[in-house]
Structures are given as C-alpha cells and as structure tokens.
C-alpha cells in the first residue's frame, strides 16, 4: 500500500503520541525530509523577503542580523522541540517494523541526549586537568564530533533495517 507524500506526512503528526503500531521506512523518512523542506523553505523565504528585497547595500549586515535574530534561532530553538515527540514515536513504531523493541531508537536518543554529554563532561574535565583549557576543549570537540556521528549513524542505520513480516519473527 503505497500512501502519498501528503498522507505519510499527515499520518506522522495524526500519530504524535501513537507508539504502538508499526511505521514504514518510506513514511519516517518522507515526514523528516517533508519537516526539513518546510523549515529551509521558511528561512530562505524570510531571509530573501528580509535581507534581498528589503536591504540595500549599505543595510544589508544589519538586515541580516534581524534575520537571525528574529527567525534563524527561533527556527534552530523550536523547530526540534516541536519535532521531537513525532519523531520520537515515528521511531519507536519504526523499530517496531524491523521486529525491535521501541526502546532501540528510544535507547540511543536517550544515550545521545543526556549519556553523551555526561560522557564528554568526564573526558573534557580530564584533559582540562592534563593540558591547557584550550587544547582541552579542541580535544573535547573532535571527540564530541566523533561520538555524536556514530550515534546518528547507528540511529539512521536502525531506521533503514528491513521490515520484518509476521513470517520473519
């Protein structure tokens, strides 16, 4: 059953707080890419209304303060938390399709979200006290880098595993 664009999208905000059930790769990725179309449409729309057509050239760095001001950070700041509980549960009901339990994606937000920078807190703390302040916050981002990719990666990779039909458990 091959749902549209417009229904994989509907269905992902109809089904915020759903976490039973199953979710299609086609319907969580069509939802994020849809979500990320409308944000980058919002900033170019705005930053072309505000800083190209508006400014001239003597007003064009103030212009373009004003437009991260007033809509690049809202848009950075609340954009993920307004995201966060769809994606969540479209997450959950994702692993739910690859025969996993919901706690998979679950698991690896939570160790991105609040293990990682306890984690990073220890390692930065530890540098700090061998090396400078300076070194130790070099060293401390490349390992964040480092860290965050691989838990991103281990997510995106749960997200696209293979749907498991009934047979297959």
């Not at 209304?49 to 437009?67: E, I, N």
């Not at 880098?145 to 749960?158: H, R």
């Amino acid at each position: 059953m091959n749902k549209s664009i417009m229904e994989c999208y509907l269905e992902g905000w109809k089904k915020t707080f759903v976490y039973k059930g199953q979710t299609t790769r086609r319907e969580l990725f069509l939802f994020i890419l849809v979500n990320a179309v409308i944000i980058l449409c919002i900033a170019g729309i705005s930053y072309l209304c505000l800083v190209g057509f508006m400014a001239d050239h003597t007003s064009r760095g103030g212009m373009m303060l004003v437009w991260a001001w007033f809509v690049y950070f809202p848009l950075q700041t609340f954009a993920p938390l307004i995201l966060l509980a769809p994606i969540i549960s479209l997450g959950i009901r994702r692993m739910h399709d690859t025969g996993r339990s919901g706690w998979w994606f679950g698991g690896a937000l939570l160790v991105n979200l609040f293990v990682l920078p306890l984690i990073l807190t220890g390692i930065h703390n530890a540098i700090v006290a061998i090396t400078d302040d300076t070194s130790g916050q070099q060293i401390t981002s490349v390992i964040s880098m480092v860290l965050n990719s691989i838990a991103v990666f281990y997510t995106l990779w749960l997200c696209c595993l293979p749907t498991k039909t009934k047979a297959q458990h």
